[in-house]
């Protein structure tokens, strides 16, 4: 009697699975949260009207923001609604300073800031994605499809939002062999070796997914970094991926190998107060420019764990970062100077040195340098205090570093939500300026590893 049963049980449990298996058929998670999938068909009435999106410049972000407005609400409604010159009612109507169709856009808005109002323009209801530039009507429109998917109602929006931090970074830890040092989902996005001939179709959905989110730059290569990276092909392939990423407003950045200057130049110094190495950076510099005009800047790990850098030749941080700031300055480029810096060697507490090496050169470094301290003080660990440096150098930009990849907390195989913990660190109070004075003024946040 028990083998009937036990096969009856089987085969219900099988109908339940293959009952419940349809929605979920063909979820491969490479969507992320811009699914698109259909809404209720309930709330679908209250979204008939969005028929037409009127597009009121020409460019690639305006283009790209139209093209997600189109996916997504043809996704979610069923119905694609169509670009067009014309103010119907209903309209959805992307506009910045350049051509606001009359629209009154807040004269302070901030260039990535946008504001989504319900109006009437020409006699028609409307609703209006005014940005601060184009990359400001790109936020809003994945903010604006944010509300359709989570069902809420676009009636009577009254919304003004801006990103409060300027640099919002991912740091790729990708080797240019195409393995992620500390990757646990396959290799690297960037295939060094079929760019620029070939570029991979993901890259506009990383693209895409970033700009959901505010991302606005991606380092795309390892901290420990390899000198051929700023080699003259392998600015044509970030060149390539550089091309991708800017209608989407995202800036590429590259990971500098201290010592590049004796590896790829043939100098037999790196040291950061060489007329010849400056000169030498000054030259990379204006040719990274040439092939990459808005190039964000360089990521540094220098004197960590076997990385060459300023203290080979008895130089501060900020020696070493000054002079790379000031071959990027022209530009318009930063320099991104990790902080993680210890020595197993040194017998004073690893949570420690990282502070004494760095906070007596507080106000030395460059206004275009950042100095990037992990949230902690140690590695990343899944419980630590702060790190001892913010709020320790008020003269000096921070940006902090968060890791996003499983190092400490499952590799591959365990699910851990991240918010909470960076959450915690982003909150918390120094004390530095006293009581309340200091929290999350003057750092710069920066996503680590994806």
């Given at each position: ?17 293959a009952?419940?298996?349809?929605p979920m058929?063909?979820?491969?998670g490479?969507d ?5 999938k259909?809404?209720e ?7 008939k ?9 020409n460019?690639?972000t305006?283009d790209a923001a ?6 997504g609400l ?5 119905s694609?609604?169509?670009t067009s010159?014309t103010?119907t009612d209903?309209a959805i109507?992307l506009?910045?300073p350049?051509?606001?169709r ?10 990535e800031?946008f ?8 006699g028609?209801?409307v609703?209006?994605i005014?940005?601060g530039s184009?990359?400001g009507?790109?936020y809003?429109a994945?903010?604006y499809?944010k ?10 929006l009254?919304?003004r939002e801006?990103?409060?931090l300027d640099l919002?970074?991912l740091d790729?830890?990708d080797n ?9 989902a396959?290799d690297?996005?960037w ?10 179709p993901r890259y506009?959905d990383y693209?895409r997914?970033n ?10 290569n390892n901290v420990n970094?390899?000198?051929?990276s700023l080699?003259?092909p ?9 091309a991708v990423?800017?209608p989407?407003?995202?800036?590429v950045?590259?990971s500098?190998r201290?010592?590049a200057?004796?590896e790829l130049?043939g100098?037999k110094t790196a ?6 190495v400056a ?7 204006n040719?990274?420019y040439?092939?990459?005009p808005?190039f964000g800047?360089?990521?540094v790990?220098?004197n ?5 850098g ?5 130089r501060?941080?900020?020696?070493g ?6 071959a990027l300055k022209?530009h318009?480029g930063i ?5 993680f810096?210890?020595s197993e060697?040194?017998?004073?507490d ?7 090496e760095f906070?007596p050169?507080d ?5 275009n ?6 949230n902690g003080a140690i590695d990343f ?6 790190h ?5 150098m ?6 902090m570093?968060?890791q996003i990849?499983?190092e400490?907390?499952?590799f591959a ?9 960076w959450?915690?660190a982003?909150q918390?109070d120094?004390?530095?300026?006293g009581?309340g ?5 003057g750092?710069?946040?920066?996503a680590?590893r994806?």
């Amino acid at each position: 009697m028990l083998r009937p049963l036990l096969i009856a049980f089987c085969l219900l449990l099988c109908a339940t699975t293959a009952a419940h298996a349809d929605p979920m058929r063909g979820e491969d998670g490479y969507d992320l949260w811009l699914r698109y999938k259909p809404v209720e068909a309930a709330k679908t009435s209250d979204y008939k009207t969005l028929a037409t999106v009127i597009v009121t410049a020409n460019s690639p972000t305006f283009d790209a923001a139209a093209r997600e407005l189109q996916r997504g609400l043809g996704g979610m409604l069923g119905s694609t609604p169509l670009t067009s010159k014309t103010i119907t009612d209903g309209a959805i109507v992307l506009v910045t300073p350049a051509d606001n169709r009359g629209f009154a856009i807040p004269a302070d808005l901030d260039r990535e800031g946008f504001v989504i109002k319900s109006t009437i323009l020409d006699g028609h209801p409307v609703t209006i994605i005014a940005g601060g530039s184009d990359i400001g009507v790109l936020y809003g429109a994945f903010r604006y499809l944010k509300l359709i998917q989570t069902g809420q109602p676009t009636a009577g929006l009254d919304i003004r939002e801006a990103p409060k931090l300027d640099l919002r970074v991912l740091d790729h830890w990708d080797n240019l062999d195409g393995h992620v040092e500390r990757g646990y989902a396959g290799d690297s996005i960037w295939d060094w070796w079929r760019l620029p001939d070939l570029v991979d179709p993901r890259y506009t959905d990383y693209a895409r997914a970033n700009a959901s989110i505010g991302i606005n730059g991606a380092v795309l290569n390892n901290v420990n970094a390899k000198a051929d990276s700023l080699t003259e092909p392998y600015l044509k392939k970030a060149a390539a991926i550089a091309a991708v990423l800017r209608p989407y407003g995202m800036k590429v950045y590259l990971s500098a190998r201290f010592s590049a200057p004796m590896e790829l130049g043939g100098l037999k110094t790196a040291d950061p107060e060489d007329p010849a190495v400056a000169a030498w950076w000054q030259m990379k510099a204006n040719e990274i420019y040439t092939v990459i005009p808005d190039f964000g800047g360089f990521l540094v790990k220098a004197n960590s764990e076997g990385q060459p850098g300023p203290g080979d030749y008895k130089r501060s941080h900020a020696q070493g970062a000054n002079m790379l700031a000031k071959a990027l300055k022209p530009h318009g480029g930063i320099v991104m100077w990790r902080a993680f810096v210890y020595s197993e060697h040194d017998a004073t507490d690893r949570a420690k040195q990282a502070y004494l090496e760095f906070q007596p050169s507080d106000g030395q470094f460059a206004d275009n340098v950042l100095i990037q301290i992990k949230n902690g003080a140690i590695d990343f660990q899944p419980r630590e205090p702060f790190h001892p440096l913010f709020g320790a150098m008020p003269k000096t930009q921070q940006m902090m570093e968060f890791q996003i990849t499983k190092e400490y907390l499952g590799f591959a195989t365990h699910l851990a939500y991240l918010a909470p913990m960076w959450e915690e660190a982003l909150q918390a109070d120094t004390f530095a300026q006293g009581q309340g004075l200091d929290r999350g003024e003057g750092h710069r946040w920066d996503a680590g590893r994806p």
